[in-house]
């Protein structure tokens, strides 16, 4: 059972997270948590708000994984997620707003306005299956 499926909102799933790396025993738990953290929500999220596509869809499945050490076998394979989102048109400018605004404010100030701010504009967007 992953503890994410359950959380509720992006503060609860940016401390299971950051307990993860705690746990791991490798070094520089905090140092690695704010790279992937950075990676995923100012990188991979920016270029899904302009670009939603397979290589961008990948990348950010990616990031996510390696942000929730979540991987399959010994052989290190990460388990991605391919699947693309179905944005309505009339949710486009939402879905842009989320990806680039919010979460780049959750990846730069990771505090309980910029996380309740992201969880507004996940639901304002209203894309299924992606938060």
């Known amino acids: 059972m992953n503890p994410l499926d359950f959380a509720e909102g992006a503060h609860e799933r940016f401390n299971i997270r950051r307990r993860y790396f705690r746990n791991d025993k490798k070094k520089y738990p905090e140092l690695r ?35 929730a050490h979540e991987f399959q076998g010994r052989s290190g394979e990460q388990r991605l997620f391919l699947s693309l989102p179905k944005i309505p048109s009339e ?31 996940a639901q304002a967007m209203d894309v299924p299956d992606w938060v």
Request: aromatic share 12%.
């Open 33 to 67: 948590h704010a790279a992937f953290w950075l990676l995923h929500n100012c990188v991979a999220h920016p270029i899904l708000a302009v670009s939603p596509s397979e290589p961008a869809v990948g990348f950010h499945a990616l990031t996510s994984a390696w942000l």
């Open 91 to 121: 949710k486009r400018r939402a879905w842009v707003f989320h990806n680039l605004v919010a979460h780049m404010a959750i990846g730069l100030v990771p505090c309980k306005a910029t996380f309740d701010f992201h969880d507004k504009t």
